[in-house]
Structures are given as structure tokens and as C-alpha cells.
């Protein structure tokens, strides 16, 4: 190992925010601050055992804490080392999700009117975002997969022709990989990007082990991106609702994007919160390698079992592939028979105790991660195989979700921050044709929009949904989670 090497692995070994939390509980402190349980002295007594020991470590901002806003003492080394460890220059800890670091960067790049080229699927705090910042998206409709029918990236010819056709435009805001686990060659898109001098933002909500291991594709900073967001805690180890944010070069002004990012977080973020995101980057540069040796040589023993059913498939990277990067974690499994839904497939599964990110019609999306064991995977393989006999393949199932994807563009009536605030009314979805939408219509998961409002309702978009509405799908971002109705202006 270089001795650089050797020098950043020792100074990783260190969890400043984490160590100081800990040496404060420790020394059993009189605590007459915030937040009310007081470190656990009072608490629900059925739960307590269980959060007992996470509650110790749940404190505000006291001395030797720091503070998250005015970052000076652990929280600023903590994020330090996050930045180290993930190749940007600065990085800052998110309390609040991946959300939050999507909204602040659009807002940081876009004043009202501005414009943003943004992907059509991506996740629906870009659009918030976007509505929040009074901007004009400029949509970028991406490629389709056609063996699995769902969305990959876009394309960089794509881009180009935008950033021609829209020299004005801020920035352009893309999301890699997908939910599913498909990427582009980013470092080709950054240069396309750059040099018409415009920040390139990625959403790598799904990317936070990307660039730890060889098997994994390269991240977004290292790719050369100006910012990345990334929930450490979808692949990485991090609490739920813990991500961070990279920057790197002079092209995203710091100092308006630490104020979003102070309008937009809690005064009081959770320390429990904030710690898991240091010890979850110390994991990832100093355990996860050893992890992902013992799960992706398991992983491969697995996709060759199930190679032999022939009634379900994956996405398998080629020189075909509209996509140029997989996530090996991502377990996205596309039905090719025409006996039962992924729907169908993911309810049978919670039968046997096993849960998944996401089902569609035809799809089966799972997340692999070092949390997962060869158990997990045993019993997800016995239960694909035990179905063997009973399913023939057949007819490929209508891939409802390349539908989806396909059709993103429709005629934008009014901006979308305008037609949020219009006055509405909510008519049956069945008399919805040549109506404009006035709330965001989100299949979720994937959380990508059908509709965002001011767009008008065509016939493909109201076919589409009557198809999802009568599956199981649920909907974010309405009224009616049935869709039986839809809002749309007066
Ligand atoms: C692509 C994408 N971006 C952003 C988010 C939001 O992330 P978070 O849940 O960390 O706020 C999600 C959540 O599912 C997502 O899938």
C-alpha cells in the first residue's frame, strides 16, 4: 500500500462526531437541555430498552457538539473526512434525506424564471425543487431499456442539442444511476457539460458506495460532476433520512447554497442522525470492501442459479445497452411470463418473509447491500425456484413500465409553481381528457411523475394511468391515492 494510501486509512479510522457523543454519555452528564427525554431518563417504558441506547447519544448542540449550521469543531472533521473519503472538496451532512440536498441545489442554480435542464425521470424533490425556485425545466426524455421497458439515463447527443438549443439554461440536473441501478458514462457528460461552462448536478441517491470497490461503477465526483447527492443510507449504512452532499470547482456558489441548506434543515438535526453518517463513511472505506468480497462472489452464484428459469430475467450490460454502468447490487427482475405480476410476485415473497423495494406489473426491484447475508439470498433463490414448475413461460407481460417511460413529454400549459396555485377542482380520472393538472401525479415507488401540473392530460398519460390505477399501484402527490379522481384547474 502507498504511503498516501496507509496515511488515509489511518486518519479514516476516525469518527470525531460519533467519538464525541459517546465521551460525553459517558461521563453520565446532568443534561438540562433538549430534546425532553433527557438522554433517556424518561421515556415510554414498553420502548425504552429498545432506544435506550440510541438515546443516549441523542443531544443538541451543546459544548463540544458543534453545530451543524456553523460547523467549527467534530461535525466540521466529521464532514471533512466525509469529503476526503468520497473525492470532493466540501461536503456537507443532510438531515432530511436526499431531498433536501436536491431542493437547495436547484434553488442554488436557478433564480425565478431561470431555466434547468432536468431529466424527465427523476425523483419528485427535483420537480419540488424546481417549484420551489420559480424555474422553467427544460425536460431531457431519457433512453429506454427495451428488455426490461423501464427508463435509463439520457443520452449525451441528447444533452448537447438542449445545452444548443438553451445557452441560457443554469445547469442541467440529472439522477445516476437509477433506482434501478443503471448509469451513464458520466465523465463524458461532464466534459459535454463543461464546456459550455454549466454545473452538472447529479442525483446519485442510489450511488453512495459508488467508487469504493472495483466492481462497482466509478462515482459521480470522481466522474467530475460540480455536485452529488447521495443517500448514504438507501446502499450505505447511514440511519434513514441521512445523506450527504458533494461539491467540487467554482461553478456552484457555496455560499447561497449553505443558506438553502440552512432555510431548508431543522435548527435541531438529529445528532443520532449526523453520527450515523460518520460511522457509516468510516464503514464504507474501512470494512465495506471485505463485506462486498464475501457477498459479490455470492451474488454471482446466485444470478447462475436463477439463470435457469427462464420465465424471469435481468438487465445484463452490453455493447447494446442504452445504459453504460449496472449496480452488480441491484437485483431488478423482469417477469417474462404472462401468469402472474410483479405484483403478484412481490406479495408472495412478503409471504415468505421477504421484502422488496419496489414491484410494477413486470418488475421486481431488490436492493442488495453488505447488510445482506447468504441467508437472505438463499431464501429468495429457493423461493424463485420452487415456482419453476408451476410458471410456463409465456407471452411477455405488457411492459407497462416502459409505457411509462416512454412518453414523458406533454404540452406544459402553464409553469408548474403557476399551476400549483391556481384554483382547482377534482373531476373522475375517466373525464379528465384535454384537462391541465394541477397536482404532481407520482406512481410510487419509482416516485417518477406521469404528470406535473400544468401539463395538459393527452390520451396516452390518462391511458396510462387508468392502467396503473387499476393495478396496484400507489400514488404520491394526490389527493385521491385511487386515482378514481384527479385534480385539475377550474
Ligand atoms: C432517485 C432518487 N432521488 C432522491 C430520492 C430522495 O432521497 P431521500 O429519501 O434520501 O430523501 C430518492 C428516494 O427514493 C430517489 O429514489
Redesign the pocket.
Known sequence: MLERDVEFRERQKRAPLYEQLERHAKHRPHPFHVPGHKMGNSFDNHAKNRFQDILELDVTEISGTDDLHQPQGVIAEAQDLAAQAFHAEQTKFLI?????G?IALIMTVCRPGDKILVQRN??K?VFNGIMMARATPIFLVPAVDLATGVAAGVRREDVERALLAHPDAKAVFL?NP??YGMGIDLAKLAATVHRFDVPLLI?E??GAHYGFHPAFPRSAMQEGADAS?Q?T??MGTAMT?S?MLHIQGERIDRERLFRHLAMLQSSSPSYVLMASLDVARRHLVLEATEEWNRLLPLLDKFRERLDRLDWLDWPRLSTNSVYATLDPLKLFFHLRTAQFSGFDLQKWMEKHGIFSELADDSHVLLAASTGTASRDLEALCRLLESMAPQVEPGEERILLAGVVSSHYLREQALPMHEAVDCPRESILLEQALGRIVAEMVIPY???IPVLVPGERIDEESLAMLKELARGQTRFHGVQDDQLQTIQVLR
Not at 432530511?96 to 433536501?100: F, I, Y
Open positions: 432530511g434525506g436526499s431531498t433536501v436536491n427523476c425523483h424533490s439522477t437509477t433506482y442525483d441517491a442510489h447527492v443517500s443510507h438507501k433520512m445523506s415507488p419509482p416516485g
